[in-house]
């Protein structure tokens, strides 16, 4: 199985070598915590992280 990795640009988790969302491969597989957005509109935490596209992202990257 694939590693889960998180893009240190935009947070998204993914498998794979690059960040589907930004396309960006700054990824670490040191992230904590996360989180699923369906409603990045209406979701509050996905507004405090500044999330603007629905995903899978890490609460924190490092
Ligand atoms: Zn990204």
């Given at each position: 199985m694939a590693?889960?990795?998180?893009?240190?640009?935009?947070n998204?988790?993914?498998?794979?070598d690059?960040?589907p969302?930004c396309f960006?491969?700054d990824?670490t597989?040191?992230?904590?915590g996360?989180?699923?957005?369906?409603?990045p509109e209406?979701?509050?935490i996905?507004?405090?992280?500044?999330?603007?596209n629905?995903?899978?992202f890490?609460i924190?990257?490092?």
């Amino acid at each position: 199985m694939a590693k889960l990795k998180a893009c240190k640009n935009c947070n998204t988790i993914y498998e794979g070598d690059k960040c589907p969302n930004c396309f960006s491969k700054d990824s670490t597989e040191g992230f904590k915590g996360k989180i699923s957005v369906l409603n990045p509109e209406k979701s509050e935490i996905a507004q405090k992280l500044n999330l603007k596209n629905k995903g899978t992202f890490a609460i924190k990257v490092k």
